[in-house]
């Protein structure tokens, strides 16, 4: 089986003494992982970063049998970022979701090009901001969608709309800016809170239902965030 295609690295992991095995989301075929021969030379472990786009050849005996790589640097992405911490641990979070989200081998153009929407947001001084949505519609995509307009309730306090949702005479206060869809609000209190939100439906509705723990990369990234 030979095929063609662009994909985003999403992991690696050393594989006897010069090679990886990584794992890619490419257009056309998913989430694939091979074997990259030589990855430790010296001619590619320099752009072999998580989150670069590579041009690839995939070969394998058959579907059952792992394949290898041959790789070439489409964009060089995640190094433009080595010079700020917090949205380099971003990109390993957000790589390692979708590489724990995604089926193998199941291809999703719109997840494909929201991982190219990703580098773009990055870019803005409200880059927080912006990955909450990102974060959401990526749920959404692999059938987790939130959907938090349809379960909240309103009321106005001080003149001030607030959103909540009420459970078992618990009220439970939903930032705003999520509901209102106000992607530029910059209070870093309702941030937090909104990465929270994300963060506690992902744990309780996804991961702990299917046994999986938080990603190491997300919780880094959390907590690099709050500091």
């Not at 005479?169 to 809170?193: A, H, M, R, T």
Request: charged share 25%; with cysteine; aromatic share 14%.
């Amino acid at each position: 089986m030979f095929w063609a295609d662009h994909g985003f690295l999403l992991s690696k992991n050393k594989f006897g003494e010069n090679s990886l095995i990584a794992e890619f989301f490419t257009k056309k075929h998913g989430k694939v992982s091979g074997i990259i021969y030589g990855a430790t030379s010296k001619k590619i472990r320099n752009y072999l970063q998580i989150g670069n786009k590579f041009y690839l050849n995939y070969n394998s005996k058959s579907e059952n049998k792992l394949g290898y790589f041959k790789i070439e640097i489409e964009k060089i992405l995640t190094p433009r970022f080595f010079e700020e911490k917090k949205k380099l641990s971003c990109i390993v979070s957000s790589m390692s979701l979708i590489k724990l989200l995604t089926v193998d081998n199941q291809s999703n153009d719109n997840i494909f090009n929201l991982i190219d929407e990703f580098y773009l947001f990055l870019e803005n001084k409200n880059w927080v901001n912006k990955l909450i949505f990102w974060e959401l519609e990526l749920l959404k995509l692999v059938g987790y969608d939130l959907s938090l307009n349809s379960i909240v309730s309103e009321e106005t306090v001080d003149n001030k709309k607030l959103y909540f949702v009420a459970n078992d005479n618990e009220k439970k206060y939903i930032p705003s800016f999520l509901i209102e869809k106000n992607i530029d609000v910059v209070d870093f209190g309702q941030i937090l809170s909104g990465l929270k939100l994300v963060n506690d439906y992902l744990d309780k509705s996804i991961l702990k239902p299917n046994n999986i723990s938080q990603p190491k990369s997300r919780i880094e990234f959390l907590n690099m965030i709050k500091e």
